[in-house]
């Protein structure tokens, strides 16, 4: 017997999901504009445009939203090109593009604050499989550039990403605290300390 509703069910479900990505593009833009403050889902709902209950409907809770929101911003961030770049170099692009967008620099900060909390498992487990996908990936460019001569050879390229990811991720917080904190120069530092003797 033919299921009547399943082309209803497809249309629902297709027009539930770009409903969600226009909420999802909104929430965007109100955290670009004003970072995590007044985090309610109430507060954000109103912001947005839509009820708490719509906001609750899509995503949960507030960690699933901010997990969302973030999560859909830096996979669009991703697309900028870094070809031939140091994993340093890398992190200067990102920084000089953060700089232009210092909501969500705060949401990333906030998200990794939260995922610290055991009342957080969204936030924890978003930032810890972050944190595991940058050091694998880092440590395979470190790998690479060792091999071409760029890094020095005698350094463990794990240890490097780890340091590289918490030179950036500290940097930035403190840019967040005092804007006069050169992150950019800071990571080029790094880039120097990295390579090999001339």
Known sequence: MPDDDAPRSRGRYAKGVARRQEI???????FAQRGSS????????????????????????LDELLVAVYREAAARGDETEKADAT???SMRIAAAENREIPGMVELYSTLVASALGAAHPAAHAYVTER????RTGLTAEVEALQE???IRSDIDPQLAAALIIAASDGLQ????LE????????LALLDRLLAPPA
């Open 173 to 176: 917080t403190q840019w967040l």
């Open 24 to 30: 999802l593009d909104r929430a965007i833009e109100v």
């Open 148 to 150: 071409s001569g760029r």
């Open 87 to 89: 994993p340093a170099e």
């Open 38 to 61: 007044r985090t309610s889902l109430r507060a954000i709902a109103q912001e947005v445009g839509v009820t708490h209950a719509a906001l609750t409907h899509y995503f949960g809770s």
């Open 131 to 134: 944190f595991t996908s940058l």
């Open 179 to 186: 804007p006069s904190v050169d992150h950019e120069a800071a």
